[in-house]
């Protein structure tokens, strides 16, 4: 382990010098005989400890730590002093240094003051390194993804977290965009502060501006007592705008000055209320399309359109999908008292070619209900609901199709593909492709692929005859 530094600053060389054999042993020790050179020295050395006498000529020890400190918070300060200064010292230790000690000195204790400060500051620095380790990673606790996009949007993430800046999250529906914001807030220095999230879309435009901003006691009908809104609740902390795109022309003006003056009025008053928020704006929209129609401020939009997170959909995502399906496999297996082994490859298979248009949100519902509704201990194409498997199906089919294929020839490969799946079982396969059994039965006529199934019943039959 590397020594540490300690830095001598006392005007009387004998003192000097003799710190400077106490220490040398154990430490890497400097000394000078004034604070500007011990200024000088803190510029181009990094300095774990200072022991500075009080009274010396030019600059005291009280100024030489506190310019000290200024540049090098974590510095530790430890003053010298005569029994006549103590008061003085007490005061040192009030503004920042971290001990004292009296003249003429106690070696021995010296030197355990100095390790105990060591210590103290170690174990500080270690604890402040733990605590940035547990915000990184519980900011993001929720957002799981090993894919290359994933990995930009965390990045991006970590980057804007401790800025002000304010930040447009874009994506569709279910991509998690308020676990973003939560992310940067939980990363940022107003992590102690609220986090205040308005989803904008399900608030009447009547009511919107009074949740934002607050309304006066009589303000309207209805308003017997003044309410604070939300931008004055988010005052320290990030204020969520979720489908910001929802808002009409009048809240976003005010929105705008907001963001601007750090200034609001609540409805029914003409006194300015000074707020700092940080705002988080989300929207599944395209901004700029809604500007260019006349449906968006194009003032705000330039406003909000400083640090732009863009959510790629879930079909985007790669291995991504079988991660959230494992993730959630667990939590709601947990939930509802069962154990899993898993999915099974042809599940998987299933479900990693679905398009997921209601993307995360959507897959999370569906495992919920895979884990409900499950019979076995592993999740088959089975306790797959019958639109994601149809939709497999179908999409195979289109793979699969030439441009000379009519509807019947193609509704005929999805039959033959959907039966090599359920090794010939109808009734996997009629679920599988979103029919009856029946109808499935008829197709098969049809078709005259009658003789190529084998209904589950005949497999457990040791192969007897359809009778279906």
């Given at each position: ?327 959630y496999l667990e939590e709601f297996g947990h939930e509802n008292e069962r154990q899993f082994k898993g999915f099974t490859p042809q599940a998987y298979d299933v479900l990693a070619a679905y398009d997921w248009p209601g993307n995360i949100r959507e897959l999370r519902n569906l495992v919920e209900r895979m884990v409900v509704l499950a019979r076995g201990e592993w999740l088959d194409v089975e306790d797959i609901p019958s639109h994601v498997r149809q939709a497999k199906s179908m999409g195979q089919a289109v793979l699969n199709a030439s441009p000379e294929m009519t509807v019947d020839q193609m509704e005929k490969e999805m039959i033959l593909q959907a039966l090599d799946r359920t090794a010939g ?44």
């Open positions: 382990m590397a020594k540490s530094t300690l830095l001598i600053v006392d005007d009387e060389r004998s003192a000097r010098d003799g710190l400077v054999r106490l220490f040398k042993r154990e430490y890497n020790v400097l000394s000078v005989e004034s604070g500007a050179s011990a200024l000088e020295i803190l510029k181009t050395r990094s300095v774990d400890v200072m022991l500075s006498d009080v009274r010396m000529p030019g600059m005291d020890g009280l100024a030489l730590m506190e310019e000290a400190q200024r540049q090098h918070p974590d510095l530790v300060v430890i003053i010298l002093t005569a029994y006549g200064d103590v008061e003085l010292a007490v005061q040192a230790m009030q503004r920042g240094a971290t001990d004292f000690m009296t003249k003429p000195l106690h070696l021995d204790k010296l030197e355990l003051v100095v390790k105990r400060c060591l210590q103290s500051r170690n174990l500080e620095q270690e604890n402040a390194a733990l605590k940035a380790q547990l915000d990184v990673r519980f900011g993001m606790e929720n957002m799981i993804g090993h894919s290359a996009p994933m990995q930009s949007v965390f990045e991006t993430i970590r980057q804007v977290a401790q800025s002000r800046a304010t930040v447009l999250i874009q994506g569709e529906s279910g991509t998690g965009k308020e676990l973003v914001a939560k992310a940067i807030h939980q990363l940022s220095v107003r992590k102690s502060a609220p986090f205040v999230p308005v989803h904008c879309a399900a608030l009447a435009e009547n009511l919107l501006e009074s949740e934002l901003f607050g309304h006066e006691k009589g303000a309207f009908t209805g308003a017997v007592e003044r309410r604070i809104g939300r931008f004055e609740k988010a005052t320290g902390g990030s204020l969520f705008l979720d489908e910001i795109s929802e808002i009409n022309a009048s809240v976003q003006v005010k929105i705008l000055r907001a963001l601007e003056e750090r200034q609001i009025e609540r409805v029914g008053s003409d006194q300015l209320v000074d707020v700092d928020a940080r705002l988080i704006a989300a929207t599944n929209r395209d901004l700029q399309e809604m500007v260019a129609q006349g449906d968006f401020r194009e003032d705000l939009f330039y406003r909000l359109f400083v640090v732009v997170i863009t959510l790629p959909p879930l079909r985007e995502r790669g291995d991504d999908i079988l991660l959230l399906l494992n993730h079982n109808r009734t996997l396969a009629a679920e599988q492709l979103g029919m009856s059994r029946r109808t499935l039965h008829r197709k098969l006529n049809t078709f005259g692929l009658k003789k190529r199934v084998v209904d589950e019943q005949d497999a457990s039959n040791g192969g007897k005859k359809d009778e279906g």
